[in-house]
């Protein structure tokens, strides 16, 4: 198969039935966003914009917004990928067999990227940053994003686009202090290819040319969200993917221009210049507030022919990108855990927001021949989780013995943390890394990129039965207002509103004299909250209130809590103090006048009636 580019991709899903047509002028401002949330939510089609109120141009959202629909546009290359990103793992696999990897090893070789003449698509015409539908997500954002973007730069030591970096990057197009259709600013995290570009760039004094791609083949956006294995390119994986080699020239100014994608926007960073950027609704569910970014001066704004505009909702798991994430798993499969000796499987826990929540499961076969086992081989696999790539952004790590319940699912969130609390040793077993870097998106530690994480090793036998229901003599101090049980061993008690740490320490010290006399043995975890109810009515309200609010080595506490030869540790239940702190992000509330107004498009002839 193979797209030829974006719109090949759309006619095919509409012709499939996986596409729907929006036909009513469409306010980019909240109004795009709403409906793609609402459709997402109802596991609905992929959303084609015909007219965006003030843009010439149509707007796609929702392509990768379910598995289903994912695999039907791989549905030619996606098994071939899985080998081809296997074999990274262990090309030996090819030796061994290689008839069999012949296919895979001919994807592999004509996925090679494609320098092509300038006569392609893209160069059709140009445009202004401001002839783009600026759509805005979200109440409070500083502006229209580009949620879709693939961020092309390459090394300045060593040029060419086998050296280069294809990530996903957010922009924001105008506000702040940006001057209109001239600037836009480029935001990224720890961690990312495109830093290092920066600082190889800023080293030499030189400023970094960086093209943004938006829209072109599906393969295209994908490649830019892969954690790819080391040593292969996310443009030859974006050809494998696609079944097309993904085809590139440069302009006249030296920019890598994409002959495939809809929109290329190119610009130059310099050495220390930083705007204002932000704020953001971000995939944690709140806000990314206001910090200096990288300035990126716009040079051209390439458009072709039949451009569409992609974009997407970012915001509160679940959304598009939790499909995204499906997606990579299922092309990756056990590429991370072959990287980790004794790693069977790790899950960034996506209700969590992903970065704050790892669960883990390893293999603890350090002392095989004693007779009680302890966390020791999985320790020293948690470090090496820690230390690897983006999962090294994680505050919470849950790691347990595959030996202990081989059948344990890192996927089940209730199951997963019943195994925990039913095994933990509270005097033994949390182990905290302080004055560390986390997520940048994460306002929960002591400032942007800075807080404290937490190793939860879990190995031996059960030494706890969890209450399944909260005890009628258990009882607590009338500072707190009430409490829930949210699942087995897991209760969420009403605190004050939070004020400020001191005051949290005199609280949760009240809490402790009062619960350290009563039989708390089957009570594994108590979460201190604003809002008990809401806590504890699903298991993703309770891992994303209690993990994105709060900062291990500041928000842990524990009943008859010690500390022994600089090691933490409790003798009743942990405390997580998971209120909001006057210093976080606020959390994202949708418009309730905007979710009225878009109700027009599912009422009898709209163009979504009879979705969901």
Same mark, same amino acid.
């Given at each position: ?419 925990? !609390?039913?095994? =933990?040793?509270?005097?033994? %077993?949390?182990? *905290?890394?302080? +004055? #560390? ?6 306002? &929960? ?53 939070f004020t400020a740490y001191n005051k949290a320490e005199e609280e949760t010290q009240i809490l402790n004299d009062y619960l350290k006399t009563q039989d708390l043995n089957g !009570?594994?975890? =108590?979460?201190?909250?604003? %809002?008990?109810? *809401?806590?504890? +009515? #699903? ?6 209130? &209690? ?66």
């Amino acid at each position: 198969m193979g797209y030829h580019s974006l719109r090949d991709c759309v006619n095919d899903l509409e012709r499939n039935g996986h596409l729907v047509r929006i036909k009513e002028e469409i306010d980019p401002y909240l109004e795009a966003a709403a409906i793609h949330h609402r459709v997402y939510e109802q596991q609905g089609p992929a959303l084609y914009f015909e007219n965006i109120k003030g843009s010439k141009f149509p707007a796609v959202s929702n392509l990768f917004g379910t598995l289903e629909r994912s695999k039907f546009m791989f549905r030619d290359t996606l098994e071939k990928l899985k080998i081809l990103v296997d074999l990274k793992g262990d090309p030996m696999r090819a030796l061994k067999a290689p008839f069999k990897y012949l296919d895979v090893s001919l994807t592999a070789l004509s996925a090679l990227p494609m320098k092509t003449s300038k006569n392609s698509p893209i160069n059709y015409g140009r445009a202004k940053i401001s002839d783009i539908p600026p759509i805005v997500n979200w109440p409070m954002d500083g502006g229209p994003f580009v949620t879709m973007p693939q961020v092309y730069t390459e090394d300045i030591t060593k040029p060419g686009i086998m050296n280069a970096n294809l990530g996903m990057y957010r922009i924001q197009l105008s506000g702040n202090e940006y001057i209109t259709d001239k600037e836009i600013g480029l935001h990224y995290q720890l961690h990312r290819g495109i830093g290092v570009h920066q600082t190889k760039a800023n080293a030499l004094g030189k400023p970094l040319k960086v093209s943004i791609f938006v829209g072109g083949p599906p393969a295209h956006p994908l490649a830019a969200v892969m954690p790819l294995p080391e040593g292969l390119s996310e443009m030859t994986f974006a050809g494998a993917l696609g079944n097309r080699r993904f085809r590139y020239f440069y302009d006249e100014e030296g920019f890598c221009i994409s002959a495939d994608a809809d929109f290329v926007i190119t610009g130059t960073v310099y050495p220390q210049e930083n705007k204002p950027e932000g704020p953001f609704g971000d995939h944690l569910g709140y806000y990314s507030l206001t910090h200096p970014f990288p300035l990126m001066k716009v040079h051209q704004v390439y458009h072709r022919k039949d451009a569409i505009w992609s974009f997407t909702v970012v915001g509160r798991p679940p959304q598009e990108d939790t499909s995204f994430g499906a997606l990579i798993h299922e092309i990756t499969g056990a590429a991370i855990p072959q990287e980790v000796p004794g790693l069977h499987a790790v899950n960034a826990v996506d209700a969590a927001g992903v970065h704050p929540l790892l669960f883990a499961l390893g293999s603890e076969r350090y002392t095989p021949y004693l007779k009680e086992r302890k966390p020791q081989e999985i320790l020293t696999i948690a470090n090496h989780i820690l230390g690897k790539n983006q999962l090294s952004l994680a505050k919470y790590l849950f790691i347990c013995a595959k030996e202990d319940n081989p059948d344990l699912d890192i996927h089940d969130i209730p199951a997963f943390i019943q195994h925990v !609390l039913e095994r =933990i040793d509270f005097t033994r %077993d949390l182990h *905290f890394y302080t +004055k #560390t870097t986390i997520d940048t998106l994460d306002y &929960s530690g002591t400032d942007i990129n800075a807080g404290s994480k937490v190793a939860i090793a879990i190995a031996g036998e059960v030494k706890r039965k969890l209450w399944k229901e909260i005890p009628a003599n258990f009882s607590i101090p009338n500072l707190y207002s009430g409490f829930k049980m949210v699942m087995p061993g897991v209760v969420a008690i009403q605190a004050p509103t939070f004020t400020a740490y001191n005051k949290a320490e005199e609280e949760t010290q009240i809490l402790n004299d009062y619960l350290k006399t009563q039989d708390l043995n089957g !009570l594994g975890l =108590i979460i201190l909250c604003d %809002d008990a109810e *809401f806590t504890a +009515k #699903t298991p993703h309200n309770f891992v994303w209130v &209690s993990f994105t609010r709060s900062n291990p080595s500041h928000d842990i506490y524990g009943i008859n809590s010690f500390v022994e030869h600089k090691h933490w540790g409790c003798h009743g239940p942990i405390v997580i103090d998971a209120r909001i702190k006057p210093h976080h992000a606020p959390p994202l509330v949708q418009n309730p006048e905007v979710e009225k107004k878009i109700n027009r498009l599912w009422d009898k002839g709209g163009s979504l009636y009879k979705i969901g």
